[in-house]
């Protein structure tokens, strides 16, 4: 009855964290790199909705060299969210805003399509609002598996009111992916080193790549991941048996991000 007792009280615990993340989704101040990340959503409109795929490989002489560089050097994980989200609510490729203009005012950027109207500004908000609400739950089983249920509130609370991953997080950048698929790779990889099995090998390079996908820098805590699990690995006896697993979860990892980008 006392486990069920806390096991209540987790949850209740994460879901007043969680929403109170959601809930200041349309507080949090416009930025106009939201304007650009919602326009890069189009390629989920080229690619499931009008059928370009082409469009979005990599050419040598592509429609818009701006769109093909940015996709380069950008992840595609939440675009593609973004855009099934405005999809799921009526746009269309064709209705959603231009790039933010750097070079120009406010009043250019809102008055000539180069800005979402407030609907489609919190439409493609709100999945890195959801992946960073989520992220609160995985990292508390992350404190949970290292130091118990005391160290697994603190990190969390620290986590949920952090003004920087606030906001950031809710805004339809790249952040709330970056954190909940980077935080799932460090779950899974401490699951990899208790029970050694490939089950969670195989989750390690499905959230590996999902972080790579979600934005670049996620490279950082991979490789911290792997390297921390090869140092492991060689401390053991049979220690190929755990490299294979690295291995092979390295090697699903880069197909799931070259999966979820066509440009590369």
């Given at each position: ?19 109170y993340i ?14 650009t990340t ?161 089950r969670a ?64």
């Amino acid at each position: 009855m006392t486990r069920q007792k806390s096991g209540w009280l987790d949850a209740l615990f994460l879901a007043v964290l969680a929403g109170y993340i959601l809930a200041g989704t349309a507080l949090v101040p416009f930025h106009g790199d939201e304007s650009t990340t919602i326009w890069m959503s189009r390629d989920y409109g080229f690619i499931f909705l009008d059928g370009e795929l082409d469009r979005v490989r990599y050419q040598e002489s592509p429609v818009s060299a701006t769109e093909q560089h940015m996709r380069l050097i950008t992840g595609s994980l939440t675009k593609y969210l973004i855009g099934f989200s405005w999809h799921l609510n009526g746009y269309t490729t064709a209705q959603i805003n231009e790039q933010w203009d750097w070079g120009a005012d406010w009043h250019y950027n809102q008055t000539t399509g180069h800005a979402p109207d407030d609907r489609l500004l919190m439409l493609g908000r709100w999945p890195s609002a959801l992946m960073l609400a989520a992220g609160v739950v995985v990292l508390f089983g992350i404190g949970r598996m290292l130091g118990g249920r005391g160290v697994a509130y603190v990190a969390c609370l620290y986590y949920a009111l952090n003004p920087a991953l606030l906001l950031n997080g809710r805004r339809a950048m790249f952040e709330g992916g970056l954190v909940l698929f980077s935080l799932l790779t460090v779950l899974v990889a401490i699951w990899l080193l208790r029970r050694r099995s490939w089950r969670a090998a195989i989750a390690l390079g499905l959230c590996s790549g999902l972080a790579l996908a979600a934005k670049h820098p996620a490279g950082f805590t991979l490789v911290a991941v792997f390297g921390a699990g090869m140092v492991y690995s060689w401390q053991e006896a049979d220690r190929w048996r755990l490299v294979g697993k690295l291995v092979v979860a390295a090697t699903l990892a880069l197909l799931v991000f070259c999966a979820l980008h066509p440009q590369w």
